[in-house]
Every structure is written in C-alpha cells, then in structure tokens.
T-cell receptor, first 112, second 112 residues
Framework: KAGVTQTPRYLIKTRGQQVTLSCSPI?????VSWYQQTPGQGLQFLFE???????NKGNFPGRFSGRQFSNSRSEMNVSTLELGDSALYLC???????????FGQGTRLTVV | GQQVMQIPQYQHVQEGEDFTTYCNSS?????IQWYKQRPGGHPVFLIQ?????EVKKQKRLTFQFGEAKKNSSLHITATQTTDVGTYFC????????????FGKGTKLSVIP
C-alpha cells in the first residue's frame, strides 16, 4: 500500500514569489492535514481537510491557504513568500477522525 | 488556544539507561498520540491513548495518560542506539476539533 506522497521534495523560491505544494494521501484516507516544521517552533498545524472542506485552520496568516480535491488529494499555497517561511512542510492523512496520522516525507522549502 | 508543553527538550543518555519524556496540555485532551521522528525523517506514529489513566506498553516503551487527561509520559527502559530520534506527543482538545496539536518534542541522543 503506497504511503503519503508529497511533491516536490525540495524547493527553492525567492522572497515575494508564491509556491504550491502537493499531497496525495493513502488510498481511502479522506482526512488530510498540513504542518509546518521548523527547528525553533516544532510542528505547527496549518489546516485540516475532509471531503473537500476545511474543518480547522491553525494560527497562520492568510498567505497560507489550501484546498482538497474530490479524490482527497490536497494542495497548499503560500503567497508572497517571506524568509521565515523556510521550513519542512509535512502532510499527513488519516483513515479515522482523530486517528493515527500517516506523514509524508515532506517538502523542504527554502526562501532566499 | 490549546498548548502542549513537552519536557525535556533534549536528553542525552548512556546506552542502557532509562529515558522519560513528559507532556502537559493546557486543555483536556480527547486522546493523546505519540510519534517518533528519526533524523532526516518524518514523524511516525507510535501509539494512541484514549482513556483516563490508561497505560500501554510496547516492548521497552511504556506510555501513560493522566487521570485528568491533560498529561502523558513516555518511558523507555534500557535505551538502545536505535531509540535515537525526537519523540513528540500530540493531542486533540475537543469533540469538535480536528486540529492535532504537537508538543515541541524531546530529542533523544544515546551514547554507545
């Protein structure tokens, strides 16, 4: 059974640009969550989607947005990139509400 | 908002020594989960505790959920070099919440 797939694995962007990250959950998983991981702040929750609906959003500015498609695949977008957005962005999918989260390998975003 | 505190931030132990990490939530949790992240890897689910006072064991690992469902601990007996990594606790705070809030993790180093 394939795991959670995130693309791309690495990305370098310039300040002010925007970026879109993609996440394909495990087949049958309808809940997808996104996290930002930095050395100083740990894992911070961005948002959670289920059946194309955002059910929770973390404490991030409006530059961070996401969506989920009918096949449960999800994307997150960050506009007007700042240096502080450099981080590992992790996607996780779950079969059950509030159940075990399966993480992807992450996308390492560097903003220069 | 919900906060999950985890201590210690770092722990260096001699191989064979025991290790404990503690987790404290500012709100009552509906469940608590523990994850392990190896260096360069992504978080991997270890266990979920749901009931007040619950204790679960996985070989050398013992997990506890406090009576008030606001704190938890992970104890590793006789650490091995394969235990190296960062251990995170994470919890959901309410029936209507789909936000998994993570502690900042305890980074375990094992000296052979």
């Amino acid at each position: 059974k394939a795991g959670v797939t995130q693309t791309p694995r690495y990305l370098i962007k310039t300040r002010g640009q925007q970026v879109t990250l993609s996440c394909s959950p495990i087949s049958g998983h309808r809940s997808v969550s996104w996290y930002q991981q930095t050395p100083g702040q740990g894992l911070q929750f961005l948002f959670e989607y289920f059946s194309e609906t955002q059910r929770n959003k973390g404490n991030f500015p409006g530059r961070f947005s996401g969506r989920q498609f009918s096949n449960s695949r999800s994307e997150m977008n960050v506009s007007t990139l700042e240096l502080g957005d450099s981080a590992l962005y992790l996607c996780a999918s779950s079969l059950q509400d509030r159940g075990e989260a399966f993480f992807g390998q992450g996308t390492r975003l560097t903003v220069v | 908002g919900q906060q999950v505190m985890q201590i210690p931030q770092y722990q260096h132990v001699q191989e064979g020594e025991d290790f404990t990490t503690y987790c404290n939530s500012s709100t009552t949790l509906s469940n608590i989960q523990w994850y392990k992240q190896r260096p360069g890897g992504h978080p991997v689910f270890l266990i979920q505790l749901v009931k007040s006072g619950e204790v679960k064991k996985q070989k050398r690992l013992t997990f506890q959920f406090g009576e008030a469902k606001k704190n938890s601990s992970l104890h590793i007996t006789a650490t091995q070099t394969t235990d190296v990594g960062t251990y995170f606790c994470a919890g959901y705070s309410g029936a209507g919440s789909y936000q998994l809030t993570f502690g900042k993790g305890t980074k375990l180093s094992v000296i052979p």
